[in-house]
């Protein structure tokens, strides 16, 4: 069910009518703003649209939201570890071993070298686990981008149309002041023809004034909204920035618990949670095979070398004269395999954290789901009991404003008297704040409701609310 705000249109009616039953004499009225004009300038490579549209809101809080670069840099460094994760380990070690001797057997010498390469292999399915692991953190960083992004899209409508209420308050304020400032100009008018006197007259001054401080409250109000919208925009909106938009005040037929069920599955945060929980996981088994011996495959060469001398056979006197020096030399090819000890009772403490930290995400999963809960519950309430006020005063305001006007044309005719003017009239304008009141916390209720369940309103109700 709808109930549009009449407000504008009642309070421009107002206007018409009582500028016909006052005099026509100088007093400040105010205009409603110009609903086109050039765009604009703002800090950023691209103007704001005037008046600004809540699509055209989202759109640069997409472009200019300082959050977004960091999630999507964040994002873009666990898409780059994923895709490399796809890549087998292959860190082969070089090993080079020298060693010489002193004389050998007497004056001979004696000396070796060794090259060997080795790699450790990937056993027991850790690469694929590793690979898990990166997929994990990306899906994870990618759902911690989504749920940036719909943080930011729901802090801008919830800006946007606070903002939005208030300056619509303002214009209405505004109004309703402009009109008291022709009943001063009356009032006047009397007291100057001798038939009110002066303290009599000043009743309406009075009156009046409290009007223009509902106006201040309005437009410094309104002042802080632009600049609360504009730090949700990430861009520096300027004081004078204007909006566009529908207001109405939309009720939600749907049952309690669908709206929780609805929030548990399409929050951002929730998937971030899920997507932390299958992370944590996926590190739990590389732990678990990070646990089991890797085998180390080396293959090498070893090179020996032996030198003679005539001196080394004096004890043979046969051969001593026929021999001036001898070299030998040795070439040996060779295979390892190592595995590191313990065997089976490796990386204990690795799987007790990794073990530790899958509990914790959970818990915390947990606690989300219960405090989406409660937290839907509790504003979906909070946001019926507004419902339900907003829904009283707007039944009354087509009847309240115009029995605004028919007291201001019986007061300007002189068919009842101030006091009675006044005290009808201050009824019928406390009525009204009270409206604009009970709009404003409508509103408060609705944003809260809505970034809380992660949907908006029509999207909730099926597209039935609009």
């Given at each position: 069910m709808v109930f549009r705000l009449r407000d504008r249109l009642w309070a421009i009616a107002c206007t018409t009518l009582l500028m016909a039953a006052l005099p026509n004499d100088s007093g400040a009225q105010s205009r409603p703003p110009d609903a086109a004009g050039p765009e604009l300038s703002a800090s950023g490579s691209s103007a704001i649209p005037r008046p600004?549209?809540?699509?055209?809101?989202?759109?640069?809080?997409?472009?200019?939201?300082?959050?977004?670069?960091?999630?999507?840099?964040?994002?873009?460094?666990a898409r780059a570890e994923s895709m490399f994760a796809k890549v087998p380990s292959f860190n082969p070690?070089?090993?080079?071993?020298?060693?010489?001797?002193?004389?050998?057997?007497?004056?001979?010498?004696?000396?070796?070298?060794?090259?060997?390469?080795?790699?450790?292999?990937?056993?027991w399915g850790k690469r694929g686990a590793r690979q898990a692991v990166a997929t994990a953190r990306s899906q994870a960083s990618a759902a911690e981008w989504?749920?940036?992004?719909?943080?930011?899209?729901?802090d801008v409508r919830a800006r946007f149309a606070h903002t939005l209420f208030l300056q619509d308050r303002l214009q209405i304020v505004d109004e309703l002041a402009g009109l008291d400032r022709r009943v001063v100009?009356?009032?006047?008018?009397?007291?100057?023809?001798?038939?009110?006197?002066?303290?009599?007259?000043?009743?309406?001054?009075?009156?009046?004034?409290?009007?223009?401080?509902q106006v201040f409250r309005a437009r410094a109000g309104l002042r802080q909204a632009i600049v609360a919208l504009g730090l949700a925009m990430g861009r520096d909106l300027p004081e004078s920035t204007l909006l566009s938009g529908d207001i109405q005040a939309d009720t939600l037929r749907a049952p309690e618990d669908s709206v929780v069920v609805v929030a548990l599955r399409v929050r951002g945060t929730g998937e971030v949670l899920r997507?932390?929980?299958?992370?944590?996981?996926?590190?739990l088994a590389l732990a678990d095979r990070e646990a089991r011996p890797n085998l180390t495959v080396g293959a090498g060469l070893t090179r020996e070398r032996r030198s003679f001398s005539a001196d080394d056979?004096?004890?043979?006197?046969?051969?001593?004269?026929?021999?001036?020096?001898?070299?030998?030399t040795d070439k040996l090819w060779n295979i390892r395999f190592s595995a590191p000890l313990p065997l089976w009772q490796r990386n204990q403490a690795g799987r007790a954290r990794a073990s530790a930290e899958v509990l914790r995400r959970e818990a915390e999963y947990a606690r989300f789901r219960l405090r989406t809960q409660m937290e839907v519950q509790g504003r979906l309430r909070r946001f019926q009991d507004a419902t339900g006020i907003?829904?009283?005063?707007?039944?009354?305001?087509?009847?309240?404003?115009?029995?605004?006007?028919?007291?201001?044309?019986?007061?300007?005719?002189?068919r009842i008297s101030l006091d009675s003017y006044l005290t009808q009239k201050g009824r019928l304008v406390e009525t009204l704040l009270g409206q604009l009141e009970a709009g404003e916390a409508y509103w408060d209720a609705r944003s809260d409701l809505e970034s809380s369940v992660g949907v908006d309103l029509a999207r909730l109700e099926g597209g039935s609310a609009r």
């Open positions: 600004l549209t809540l699509s055209s809101a989202i759109e640069i809080a997409r472009r200019s939201h300082p959050d977004l670069p960091i999630a999507e840099a964040n994002l873009s460094v070690e070089l090993e080079v071993r020298a060693a010489r001797g002193g004389g050998s057997l007497g004056s001979g010498s004696e000396g070796s070298i060794e090259l060997g390469i080795s790699q450790e292999l990937e056993l989504g749920a940036a992004l719909q943080e930011i899209e729901f100009v009356a009032t006047q008018a009397r007291v100057r023809d001798g038939s009110m006197t002066p303290v009599t007259g000043r009743l309406t001054e009075l009156d009046l004034l409290r009007l223009e401080v997507r932390r929980i299958a992370e944590g996981r996926a590190e056979f004096t004890g043979e006197p046969a051969i001593v004269g026929g021999i001036g020096g001898v070299q030998s907003y829904r009283l005063y707007l039944a009354r305001s087509s009847r309240t404003r115009q029995d605004l006007v028919l007291i201001r044309d019986a007061y300007a005719d002189g």
